[in-house]
């Protein structure tokens, strides 16, 4: 084999070289933390040479929002909690599953989707909407334990947005819209 500037070796060289193990991964395929009220309530999950995953909601109690933002930092999509001892078990109420994939092929990527839509009260509901904090793992089935591959999300189900203008004299004017429709929402 030639190299750079097509130097070649004076001598044959040889060497048996061990090649890692295929990587395992498990990815949530979206960078959003937002999900429309209407439509579907899915996100796609992306896993490589897995036998199974956990998938775990963590959705916070509508009474427990203060605590929330009073005890966590950080951004929207990624946020943190301050305390050690403090974190969403304590505001949320948890809904686990554990789901088969085939994890025969090293190789070969597998979709799943975690949809929210069951986890949602009833239509009309004032508590229809939703703050999760989502956890996908890596599962092994044998041993019955998590593996140390994962990946989080924090994601609000909602049909409001907020709009904000910015006028020349500097002052703010705030517009809460509808998802489903675009329009703003009265009141």
């Given amino acids: 084999t030639k190299s750079y500037g097509d ?9 048996v070289v061990g090649v890692p193990e295929y990587p395992r991964e498990l ?9 429309a009220l209407t439509g579907e309530h899915r996100l796609s999950v992306m896993a490589r040479g897995l036998q199974a995953m956990v998938v775990e909601l963590w959705r916070v109690l509508p009474g427990e929002l203060n605590h929330l933002v009073s005890q966590s930092g ?16 304590n505001i949320s109420e948890v809904f686990r599953e554990v789901r088969p994939l085939d994890g025969s092929d090293p190789i070969k990527t597998q979709y799943a989707a975690v949809d929210f839509g069951p986890y949602l009260a009833g239509a009309g509901s004032q ?24 990946d989080r999300r924090f994601v609000l189900v909602t049909d409001l947005g907020v709009v904000v203008k910015d006028d020349g004299a500097g002052s703010h004017d705030l517009f809460v819209v509808s998802f489903a429709s675009g329009k703003p929402v009265a009141g």
Wanted: glycine share 8%.
């Fill in 74 to 89: 950080g951004r929207f999509n990624a946020p943190y909690f301050q305390g050690y001892s403090f974190d969403q078990r």
């Fill in 7 to 15: 130097y070649l070796l004076a001598e044959p060289y040889t060497a």
């Fill in 127 to 150: 508590s229809n909407r939703g703050l999760f904090f989502l956890r996908v793992r890596g599962w092994d089935p044998k041993e019955k334990q998590a593996l140390d591959i994962e």
């Fill in 27 to 35: 990815k949530v395929m979206h960078d959003g933390s937002i999900l």
